[in-house]
């Protein structure tokens, strides 16, 4: 009864104030997805722990689920689709590892894999003229760095100081794997966020403090959005006390210098993603909740106190996608 009740005060708020919410579209396999990857508004795919990877190429309606054979236990914590066929997934610890299919998930190519001690591969994420990055921990004090120039069919680890600028890491600073998004191309350089005993942001060859939640393991920047090369959001907090609604996010402006600030209202807990939906419009989700802003991220309202871990949305196209925890997969319904 109570139940029913809330569903229909939640149609209803939605209905008079035509607020933006969210439509469940699948779970029951329980498996914890962090990659999603939105092709269009039709092709959607996800990727998580015991091995599992799941596409629809109906925009959402019917979900086809597949365990990569001989991975049956890793976790792909990153997946990029780039049609109904053909897509890569990052799986976490060790070894590192890419794998690629070309058919649709039916059949898997490794395409990556570094056996190194102490691996583990935290986002990858993909730019113009097929160029493709991944980042993971770092070992010793180097940021694990790989780079792809086909879309993924080929990669190699990047040399600190020959192609890619010494980038050292602090004592306890590493990147979370939460969501694929600590990592993206602006233009030709990468911007990165890390997190742990310290957070910061690299941009242009330098390291910059963070002004968001640092200190512990569980803390920092999870997600870095860009829209346009210039404005972009750096959400996070401590995923242990995801319900703390300060130091959480930060606004950053990366012309004509890098600038950063605090919104005047902050995302409601701890978040692990955060897109641009316009230049304006922003969601952010993490495991307390989903948050909208409609004024460049100053101002954030919580729309929602379902549980996601990442949010994407269509390269090509409008629609928005949320998966999580249990397998959860939603839709915003705007
Ligand atoms: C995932 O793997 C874990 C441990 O290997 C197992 O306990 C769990 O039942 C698996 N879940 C699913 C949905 O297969
Ligand atoms: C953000 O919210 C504050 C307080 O409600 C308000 O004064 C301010 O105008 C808002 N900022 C923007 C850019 O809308
Ligand atoms: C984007 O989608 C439209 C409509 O489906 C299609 O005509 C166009 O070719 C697509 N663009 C790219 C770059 O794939």
Redesign the pocket.
Known sequence: MKIALTAISILLSTILLSQPGIKLLESG???SIRGLSVVNDQIVWASG??G?VARSVDGGTSWSWT?VPGY??RDFRDIEAFDENTAVIMGVAEPGIILQTKDGGKTWRKVYEDTTRGMFLDAMDFGSAQKGIVIGDPIGDKVYLASSEDNGDSWKKMEHGKNFPEIPAREGEAFFASSGTNVQWVGKHPIIVSGGKSSRIFWKKQWTDLPIMQGKESTGANSIAVYDNRYSVVVGGDFTKDTIRSQNCVLVTLKPTLRLRQPVTSPHGYRSCVIFLTKNKLLTCGTSGIDLSEDGGNNWTLISRESFHVCQKAKNGTAVFLAGGN?RIAKLIE
Do not use: L
């Open positions: 396999k329980r498996v722990s015991n599992s365990v049956e236990k397998g």
